[in-house]
């Protein structure tokens, strides 16, 4: 009886220990809502992207524009992007796992770009995921733009 008992008690144990384990890994593919974080939309939800993995990098784009029309284009878009429709378009590109983690905005990516459909301009980005919040930093040597990204379930 009492081996069955300790057996039960790491059974359990080990379910734990890999629960545990499973959580540590923050998942960053999925749908997130954009918030305006400038100009007279600040603090309006702008935007569904959806982030995928493709050939062991990450990258989002827009699914659906909340503020403006489906249909609207980049104008200020320059290269490939000009005039094309933001919705489709893919804007954060070869995002990959830093291996670190934040204690406040959590596990870390980094490497990539992220191109702002408001202004044409492409920056050095980082991003960190942490439950059902996103934190992404744009960037331009010291100076940088911060917003946070909300799952959508």
């Known amino acids: 009886m009492k081996s069955v008992f300790i057996g039960i008690i790491i059974f359990v144990f080990a379910v734990l220990i890999g629960t545990v384990s499973v959580k540590a890994e923050e998942k960053i593919t999925g749908t997130w809502k954009t918030v ?3 100009g007279a939309d600040k603090g309006r939800d702008n935007s569904y ?4 993995e493709k050939e062991g990098a990450c990258f989002a784009r827009i699914t659906r524009l909340l503020l403006k029309p489906q249909d ?5 878009c ?3 992007l000009k005039d094309k429709p933001l919705v489709g378009m893919i804007f954060l590109k070869d995002m990959k ?8 905005f959590g596990e870390q990516y ?12 492409t920056y050095d980005c980082k991003l960190w995921v942490k ?21 959508i379930n």
């Open 36 to 38: 305006a974080d400038e």
């Open 49 to 52: 992207v959806e982030i995928f």
């Open 72 to 76: 609207t284009l980049c104008d200020k």
């Open 78 to 80: 320059s290269g490939d």
């Open 97 to 104: 796992k830093s291996g670190k983690t934040d204690k406040e």
């Open 110 to 121: 980094s490497g990539g770009t992220i191109m702002d459909p408001d202004n044409g301009k």
């Open 131 to 151: 439950g059902d919040v996103l934190t992404l930093r744009g960037y331009i040597g010291f100076l940088y733009r911060t917003q946070q990204w909300f799952r």
